[in-house]
């Protein structure tokens, strides 16, 4: 009878002890989730499994290609609602010098992202670059648009007058610009077929400007950079003087970001990162 | 009856694509201050008439009571003022 006792309570504690690897297995896992992503997903309150999953993968593979050193705002528009979309994953503090978003007129955010009506919708990064780019020949920005248009629209950028210009304007009239702290004389330009996809303008060098559509250099434009500009990236929208905001954009909005100076080879990883991030939340 | 399908169709197409309800000045200056929800600004701006404009889509997401009526004035299609400036210097 106490064999037979002692016989129970051993299958008893190893089931129990079982059960208890299988919480830590789970546990493991959340844990091999950056602590970075952790803090977004605190920040924006997402539930959505799928969502928290992607997060989690899209920062592993950023600093996994060493991507993430150069990123200081991401904005990956999870969750559905403003609130969840205005956050900066590099920096998931509320304040306007952690480059969380502002939202003003008409969005419409989804699951599929953060559409803009292209009447009076923008967003203020609060992202100033002569405040917050460490060199003025290492910067580099970018817009994911599902929303295919061909009208005189803007989907990120500042007007700086003869100062750094930032601007990508996807797809007007067939053509796509692009300025990268340049004067506003200058547009480094490629024929479009379409305003669907991941462009990105980079500059790495002080005579040269690049952009890039899905990964691939579609044209590099011989400018001279110039003096920062001292007011603020605005997103679907061109911040001209005084913080007006012009050329609203109507492309749908499902990941941006603003980073230091990407060589060609990172862009081409980051794109491939990126569109494995929308396809996992099926956009 | 298929005259007034079509006519029924056009005027949801004109209500649903680029849609905007007129607003007073003052009305404009007091909604630029306010939220239409949490963390979304309203963004009035003017139409190509001079007229001060709000969008459907901000009218659509109200839920604050002093902002409801809103809702009750017509929607009309957005007429883009012509770009004079032309910052973009085309």
């Not at chain 1, 919708?121 to 599902?146: E, K, L, R």
């Not at chain 1, 001279?224 to 911040?239: C, E, G």
Request: some cysteine.
């Amino acid at each position: 009878m106490v064999k037979r006792i002692i016989i129970l309570l051993f299958v008893f504690s190893s089931m129990l002890s079982f059960g208890q690897a299988n919480r830590f297995a789970g546990f493991g896992q959340r844990s091999t989730c950056p602590v970075e992503a952790l803090k977004f997903i605190d920040s924006s309150g997402i539930t959505n499994q799928t969502e928290k999953d992607a997060i989690c993968t899209l920062v592993k593979q950023l600093k996994d290609s060493s991507l993430w050193t150069s990123m200081l705002a991401i904005y990956p528009f999870v969750g559905g609602t403003a609130s969840s979309s205005k956050w900066n994953l590099v920096n998931p503090v509320n304040s306007n010098s952690a480059f969380r978003l502002d939202f003003f007129g008409g969005w419409t955010f989804a699951s599929t992202g953060a559409k803009p009506n292209g009447i009076n919708a923008y967003a203020i990064t609060y992202f100033v670059p002569f405040n917050s780019w460490a060199s003025d020949t290492s910067i580099s920005f970018g817009y994911y648009s599902t929303t295919n248009t061909s009208a005189t629209q803007v989907e990120m950028g500042i007007d700086a007058g003869s100062a750094g210009n930032i601007l990508l304007e996807l797809n007007t009239s067939g053509t796509t610009y692009l300025r990268a702290n340049v004067s506003g004389s200058f547009n480094t330009t490629f024929a479009d077929a379409n305003s669907l996809g991941f462009y990105v303008g980079s500059r790495i060098s002080s005579t040269q400007e690049k952009v890039f559509k899905n990964g691939v250099l579609k044209a590099t434009g011989v400018f001279t950079n110039t003096s920062f500009a001292v007011a603020p990236i605005y997103l679907a929208a061109w911040n001209t003087p005084p913080s007006t905001p012009r050329y609203y954009s109507s492309k749908n909005c499902t990941f941006s970001f603003i980073a230091n100076g990407l060589t060609d080879a990172k862009i081409a990883t980051l794109y491939n990162i990126v569109l494995a991030f929308n396809t996992t939340l099926g956009r | 009856m298929r005259k007034l399908t079509i006519i029924l169709l056009f005027t949801s197409l004109l209500s649903y694509a680029g849609g905007v309800v007129v607003v007073s000045k003052t009305r404009a200056d007091k909604l630029r201050v306010n939220e239409t929800i949490e963390d979304i600004h309203f963004n009035p701006v003017l139409d190509s008439l001079g007229r001060w404009v709000v969008s459907k889509e901000e009218v659509d997401m109200l839920t604050e009571s002093q902002f409801i009526y809103l809702k009750t004035m017509p929607v009309i299609r957005y007429m883009k003022p012509i770009d004079t400036l032309n910052k973009l210097g085309r």
